[in-house]
């Protein structure tokens, strides 16, 4: 077995200057890139700090008590964040999403909610808000998140066994804690709550079934995620990776189940219902089935640099046009700028992707933009 190798990183490497058109690019809600992919989905990373060390995403051995965390001045506020989204909202985002870090560590996140809910689509509609979160400031925030305009949460789940959970999770926090805050937001109306299981060979696969089991019947949709390979600080290995295509036939074996049709575009899940009328599941393959394709996704950090996939290097920096006196015309055409150039897809050409040499091309940590 190959050494595991976790190399020292900082993402807070300066950001590549955002576009300037000489021509106005205007937002008309059509905006469209390279590969004729719609701008809808906005991530919105509110905080690099969280509570976890779970192994995939930020491991003890990189973020320990000495790790340099962004301070507080350089971090967007709510209002710049507001004002940002409200350019993407014009550009066609119809959905914002807010995570971290562990987002509920932000002070007073219910302020930037209620902010981020008087936004309205091209078409008048409210944009839909949804916030991922590990749990477990959850029982105690849902009623509040859910008054600020809040619509729905997804919970990171790795397993219900304590003992796995508490060692995946690396601070030992139980499980029960989560489940509460999973309840809670069921009783706040936060719903369907979501609830993703990053699958990890070898470390959590037997945890499947009894996840299920635990979920079938409750509303709550369990879905199932593939170890992907973010960053550089989890020492990813392909071998690590079990297929979604044997989850599904774990779980189709215990509980037969029929395929759904996505439920929009651009669904990063593939769903199955349980044929006893039970509730769904669903897996998300970023590994073995690439859906860069429909993938309408932009990500902004929580010191404003705009990344475009999941898998990026570099993101261009808003917070210089932000406090640099730009006007919003100036900021949407620089957002629309980005968006036209853009023709990432990592995931369909992983296999071509030659390793980094000397980490010039290091992917930025999920952590730092949010999954």
């Known amino acids: 077995?190959?050494?595991?190798?976790?190399?020292?990183?900082?993402?807070?490497?300066?950001?590549?200057?955002?576009?300037?058109?000489?021509q106005p690019i205007p937002a008309t809600g059509?905006?469209?890139?390279?590969?004729?992919?719609?701008?809808?989905?906005?991530?919105?990373?509110?905080?690099?700090?969280?509570?976890?060390?779970?192994?995939?995403?930020?491991?003890?051995?990189?973020?320990?008590?000495?790790?340099?965390?962004l301070p507080h001045a350089d971090l967007l506020s709510f209002e710049e964040i507001t004002r940002l989204a409200r350019q993407f909202v014009a550009h066609g985002v119809r959905k914002?999403?807010?995570?971290?870090?562990?987002?509920?560590?932000?002070?007073?996140?219910?302020?930037?909610?209620?902010?981020?809910a008087q936004l309205r689509t091209v078409d008048g509609q409210p944009v839909e808000l949804a916030l991922t979160t590990n749990g477990s400031l959850l029982a105690r925030k849902a009623r509040a998140l859910r008054e600020a305009g809040l619509q729905r949460v997804t919970v990171?789940?790795?397993?219900?066994?304590?003992?796995?959970?508490r060692r995946m999770n690396?601070?030992?926090?139980?499980?029960?804690?989560?489940?509460?805050?999973?309840?809670?937001?069921?009783e706040a109306g936060l719903g369907p709550v979501k609830v993703n299981m990053v699958?990890?060979?070898?470390?959590?696969?037997?945890?499947?079934?009894?996840?299920?089991?635990?979920?079938?019947?409750?509303?709550?949709?369990l879905r199932f995620i593939e170890y992907m390979d973010v960053g550089a600080t989890n020492g990813w290995r392909m071998d690590e990776v079990l297929p979604s295509a044997e989850v599904v036939q774990r779980l189709h074996a215990a509980f037969p189940l029929r395929a759904l049709e996505p439920a929009a575009p651009g669904e990063t899940a593939e769903r199955w219902a349980y044929e006893d009328g039970a509730g769904e599941v669903g897996v998300i393959s970023s590994v073995?089935?690439?859906?860069?394709?429909?993938?309408?996704?932009?990500?902004?950090?929580?010191?404003?640099?705009?990344?475009?996939?999941?898998?990026?290097?570099?993101?261009?920096d808003l917070r210089a046009l932000l406090r640099g006196g730009a006007g919003d015309e100036e900021i949407a055409s620089a957002v629309g700028?980005?968006?036209?150039?853009?023709?990432?897809?990592?995931?369909?050409?992983?296999?071509?992707?030659?390793?980094?040499?000397?980490?010039?091309?290091?992917?930025?940590?999920?952590s730092y933009i949010g999954g």
Request: aromatic share 8%.
């Open 1 to 22: 077995m190959a050494e595991r190798v976790i190399p020292l990183v900082d993402q807070r490497i300066s950001g590549l200057a955002a576009p300037r058109p000489v």
């Open 30 to 69: 059509q905006l469209a890139d390279r590969l004729h992919r719609p701008l809808r989905d906005l991530r919105i990373s509110v905080t690099d700090r969280c509570n976890f060390r779970c192994s995939y995403c930020m491991p003890k051995e990189v973020f320990d008590k000495d790790y340099p965390y």
């Open 96 to 116: 914002i999403r807010l995570t971290g870090g562990e987002p509920l560590l932000r002070k007073n996140i219910e302020i930037l909610i209620a902010q981020l």
């Open 156 to 165: 990171s789940l790795d397993g219900l066994d304590d003992t796995v959970f």
């Open 170 to 186: 690396d601070v030992d926090f139980p499980v029960a804690q989560v489940l509460e805050g999973i309840a809670a937001a069921r």
């Open 199 to 221: 699958v990890k060979r070898g470390t959590n696969e037997h945890e499947i079934l009894p996840m299920a089991q635990h979920f079938r019947g409750t509303g709550t949709v």
């Open 288 to 316: 073995t089935q690439a859906f860069c394709g429909s993938c309408n996704r932009a990500r902004l950090s929580t010191e404003g640099k705009l990344y475009l996939c999941l898998f990026a290097s570099q993101g261009w």
């Open 337 to 366: 700028a980005i968006w036209h150039q853009r023709g990432d897809r990592y995931s369909e050409l992983r296999g071509q992707v030659p390793p980094d040499a000397g980490g010039a091309r290091r992917r930025v940590e999920m």
